[in-house]
């Protein structure tokens, strides 16, 4: 809405009490009916806007909150994962010593097996057997 102009504007008292006020009275009754109401809608206006200001404003800071819950939510998931990554680390550094441990032991079997059958093999020509009469032979 426009808004409203006076039919003049008087510059004394002496303006509203003289005839030109006195003829111009219905449009000073429009002006200020019209005034009037752009300050009904004015003040409505203004007092819808408060009213979505403050409904943005309860909802930024509901929305705050839940950014500040999430993010410490996201953290405390990242701590424990960390902890949980920890965890499986050392069990893998167990796991390989224990892999390291076995791998010695049986390369050193196999050591010790080579050198028993090393020792175990003859080491001079075994002569041939012969039947020997003085034993009896089974039948």
């Not at 009916?33 to 979505?52: G, I, P």
């Not at 200001?53 to 405390?76: G, H, V, W, Y």
Request: glycine share 0%; charged share 30%; aromatic share 4%.
């Amino acid at each position: 809405m426009p808004i409203p102009r006076p039919p003049y504007l008087p510059d004394t008292i002496e303006d509203l009490q003289g005839d030109r006020f006195q003829n111009c009275l219905p449009q000073w009754l429009v002006y200020i009916q019209e005034s009037c109401r752009l300050l009904e809608e004015t003040d409505s206006a203004v007092a819808k806007a408060e009213e979505e200001t403050n409904q943005a404003k309860l909802k930024a800071d509901a929305l705050k909150q839940q950014a500040i819950f999430l993010t410490d939510e996201k953290n405390e998931a990242l701590r424990r994962m960390e902890v949980q990554i920890q965890r499986h680390l050392a069990v893998i550094e167990y796991q390989k010593e224990q892999l390291r441990e076995k791998d010695e032991r049986c390369t050193k079997s196999e050591i010790e097996k080579e050198k028993a059958l090393a020792l175990a093999a003859p080491t001079v020509p075994t002569p041939k057997t012969q039947n020997n009469p003085a034993l009896p032979t089974e039948m």
